[in-house]
């Protein structure tokens, strides 16, 4: 197996060295299946490590079939120091007949400041029924089974949570209430942080952790998206909390900013999808290159009348009174 990959590494050495920067390859471990049996995709890509790329972003079904396993990616050693030879493999399967495409991936990196893309061909695989042997006999299926259960135990139940909900309720509404009637009292200012604010102090906060910095690289990227859709949260009023990262982007509200903010906004939300489902680990100049993007974003999206917090002055009710 070392011998193979040896010889695989001298083959595109040339091509890295003249300036192709980046080999990539898909192949499928077999090309006929039948339904529901898994087979395997498996994406090389060879690049110097000098250079630093966008790895494919794999979702829950590629060409029509579904993704039952997404494994992480995985580097391989070469002797060649200059070189970074990775891999990833994803289990695949169709529940129907057919012949399917899986579309080539693209790779985008940067060669001698220039946008650059590398190309894996388009793989084909044929999936077929299941043969039936139809000298046996056909057997009946077993009839539905009716399950017991006790109507007064259910709406008990659903009682129970109402009241729990409704005095758990009343009881935050009262403190909310309280402290307020307690500000106002005092005379305090009521402070309203704008969003602009709040994200800039998680991100120094970020910063002086060190995560990375530390190899704790998925509670990094965690933390920096869980900024960044606060901040979208409260700037567009978007439940980014609860939207998947393809969701944000394709948002009306994103998709008005300008392009290169949406595309800082997509490289930073998709390699931390890639750390978190994928496993895997970028460069160090990569964890950068997301923290600049991210910062980036926040402050471009930003109005300059809104980079400072608003007060709003009350008087002290025993001012008033006098």
């Known amino acids: 197996m070392k011998r193979i990959i040896l010889l695989y590494i001298a083959l595109l050495f ?39 790329i966008n790895w494919p972003y794999i979702s829950d079904s590629i060409g029509g079939l579904e993704v039952v396993q997404n494994g992480g990616v995985d580097t391989m050693p070469v002797d060649d120091q200059g ?32 946008p650059v893309k590398a190309y894996t061909d388009p793989l084909q695989v044929s999936v077929y029924l299941v043969p039936v042997d139809t000298t046996k006999a056909i057997r009946d299926i077993h009839g539905v089974v009716e399950v017991p259960y006790d109507m007064f135990f259910i ?7 109402l009241v729990v909900i409704l005095v758990v309720g009343a009881i935050i ?18 402070i309203r942080k704008p969003a602009y604010e709040i994200a800039m102090t998680a991100f120094n906060e970020l910063e002086q952790k060190q995560l990375w910095q530390k190899n704790q690289v998925k509670g990094y990227y965690s933390e920096l998206t869980d900024i960044l859709r606060v901040y979208i ?28 903010l949406q595309d800082e906004l997509a490289y930073v939300l998709r390699l931390a999808d890639l750390v978190k489902f994928a496993k895997v680990i970028p ?15 926040v402050a471009m999206t930003t109005p300059e009348q809104e980079k400072n917090p608003v007060v709003d002055e009350t008087e002290n009710k025993k001012e008033v009174q006098s």
Do not use: C
């Not at 509404?173 to 009521?190: Q, S, V």
């Open 83 to 114: 070189i970074l030879l990775r891999s990833q493999k994803v289990t695949l399967m169709a529940f129907d007949s057919g012949s399917y495409t899986v579309p080539g991936f693209v790779i985008d990196y940067n060669f001698k400041g220039e």
């Open 14 to 52: 040339p091509f890295l060295m003249n300036g192709q920067g980046v080999v990539a390859t898909a192949k499928l471990d077999t090309g006929k299946v039948v339904i529901g049996q898994p087979f395997t995709l498996e994406l090389t890509i060879t690049q110097p490590k000098s250079i630093s």
């Open 233 to 260: 949260q409260h700037r567009w009023l978007l439940p980014a909390m609860e939207l998947t990262s393809d969701e944000i982007l394709a948002h009306g509200f994103i998709q008005q900013t300008d392009k290169q």
């Open 173 to 190: 509404l009262y403190f909310i209430n309280a402290k307020k009637k307690d500000d106002l009292a005092e005379g305090k200012p009521i």
């Open 155 to 161: 709406m008990l139940m659903i009682l129970l949570w």
């Open 283 to 297: 460069h160090n100049s990569e964890h950068e290159l997301s923290f600049k993007n991210a910062v980036s974003f």
